[in-house]
Structures are given as C-alpha cells and as structure tokens.
C-alpha cells in the first residue's frame, strides 16, 4: 500500500497542461503591462506622441511596430490554427484567460449571489480595459478634461466598456459562441496534430461514472467523444477544442488516486472505434 503511494504522481503531474497555461497567460498579462509601462512600445495619443525603447517618437512613428505587432498575432493565429486547431485562444488569448477566471468566480458564488458577481465582473472590466487603452494612451486623460483627447478616450472608452463587460460577464460561453477570433478558427482550415481522446484500447465503457474530464473542459465538450464527432450547430466537435489540456489534467488526477495511469491523453492517431 505504502509502495503504490509512493508511485502515486505529485500534484504538479496532475496539473502540469493548468499550471503551463496559467504560467504562459500570466507572463503574457506582465509581458501587455510592462512593454506600455516602460516605454518599450507605447502610443500615447493624449500626447500626440510615442515611445520606442524609451525614446521619445512622433504618433506615426509608435503606430507602425503595433500596427506590425497587430499583423504578426493575426498571421500567427492563422498559423497555429492550421497546425494545432485554436491553441491560440487556450495558450496565448488573454481575454479567454480573464474569461475563464470569470467563469470560475461564477460558479464558487453561485446563482444566489448575483450583484456580488457583477460587481466583481464591473471591476475586472475596468482592468482588462485599461490593459489595452494602456497601449495607445496615457490613462491619467481618463482624469483631465482640459487634455484635447479627454472626450474622444471616454468616448473610446465607453464604447468597448459593455462589450468587454459582456464578454467577462458569460465567461468562457463568449469563446464558445461570441468570440470572432474563435468563429473565424472554426470556419477556416484547420488541423489538430494531437487531438484529446481516449488512450486504445480503452473506451467510454472502461471511464466510469466521475465525468470530471466534461467538468474541466472550459468549452462544455465531451474530449472522449469530440476527435471523432462531426461538428454540427447543436453538437461541436473538435474545431471547438482550445487544445487547454485540462481534461487530461482531471483524468490524470483522477485515475493517480486509483494508482493507475489515465485514459485520456493527446493522440496522434485517433483510430476509428466504438466510443
């Protein structure tokens, strides 16, 4: 007993596709406040100015590396989509990251505590704004309504507000359904080198009851079934899966306190079965 223990995989093996993605997600959310924040690449139309690696620049010339660097996350996008399905939005998007968080609060306060919710979603949607209005202005315009640019900002502002709100507000169901990045990976060429299924031989039969791997999938699909299901409006398949790994991760959690390996994994080749 004291043997099968031992073998028993920590928790860092349970949690290893969590703990890289969060790692990842996190670095990029430092990565989106520093770069602004330290004048590496900045617009700041309030100023009618920009920053390159802490030189001060005319407007134009701090436009034209986010212009690129814009360009560069769209052809990257369209790259990963045709080699890994949407990794992107499970690896790299900060908004299915915030998203995602949002969903987890909404389920741990419940339905009986709707206004502490939103609250907590108003808040979120004023950081994840100023995340991004970071990059093209100096938020202290927010505060100056002498600064030429205070009205069109709060214009701006107001504008994106309930969009982001919304998106916060339904969590991962804005990924699902609202998110065009996501619609656009669905409805172009794509190809998932690894696909989530069940390992062979092994079939829904051999899974029992627990359901845990649908529990963690941010994306309400079914990772035994979806590599080899078609994808249909009502019944999405794997052109839905963000390739997070959190399925495997709650397999692998539950199947270590059986002392057994799990049953679901990333596969290659998914061979044509009985699910």
């Known amino acids: 007993m004291a043997e099968a223990l031992s073998q028993q995989p ?17 670095s990029i959310v430092i990565a989106l406040i520093l770069i602004p924040e330290l004048k590496i690449i900045k617009v700041d139309i309030a100023h009618n100015e920009s920053w390159l690696f802490g ?7 701090g436009l034209i590396p986010v212009i690129a660097a814009l360009g560069f996350f769209a052809i990257l996008v369209i790259v990963i989509n045709m080699i890994q399905g949407r990794l992107f939005c499970g690896l790299i998007c900060p908004g299915g990251w915030f998203a995602e968080i949002q969903e987890k609060i909404k389920r741990k306060i419940g339905k009986h505590h709707k206004l502490a919710y939103i609250f907590i979603t108003f808040i979120s949607t004023i950081a994840f704004a100023a995340l991004f209005f970071n990059w093209v202005t100096d938020l ?15 214009v701006a502002f ?18 699902r359904t609202f ?22 031989p092994y079939t829904t039969k051999d899974c029992g009851t627990c359901r845990e791997c649908l529990k963690a999938c941010p994306m309400a699909l079914d990772p035994r079934k979806i590599a080899l299901m078609e994808d249909t409006i009502n019944r999405p398949g794997l052109s839905s899966c963000i390739v997070c790994g959190e399925c495997v991760d709650a397999c692998t959690d539950v199947w270590a306190k059986k002392g057994k390996p799990p049953i679901l994994g990333f596969l290659h080749e998914v061979p044509v079965r009985q699910v």
């Not at 920590?10 to 996190?26: C, D, E, G, L, P």
């Not at 030189?55 to 134009?60: C, D, G, P, T, V």
């Not at 107001?158 to 990924?175: D, H, M, N, S, T």
């Not at 619609?183 to 989530?196: A, S």
């Open 10 to 26: 920590s928790w860092w093996q349970t949690h290893k596709f969590t703990i890289a993605r969060n790692t990842v997600y996190i």
């Open 55 to 61: 030189e001060r620049r005319s407007l134009i010339d």
């Open 140 to 154: 202290r315009v927010f505060f100056y309504y002498t600064n030429p640019s205070f009205i069109p900002m709060w």
């Open 158 to 175: 107001l504008v994106a507000f309930p969009i982001f709100f919304w998106e916060l507000y339904i969590g991962k169901r804005w990924c």
């Open 179 to 200: 998110c065009p990045t996501g619609i656009y990976q669905k409805l172009t060429p794509h190809f998932y080198y690894y696909k989530p299924a069940l390992i062979p």
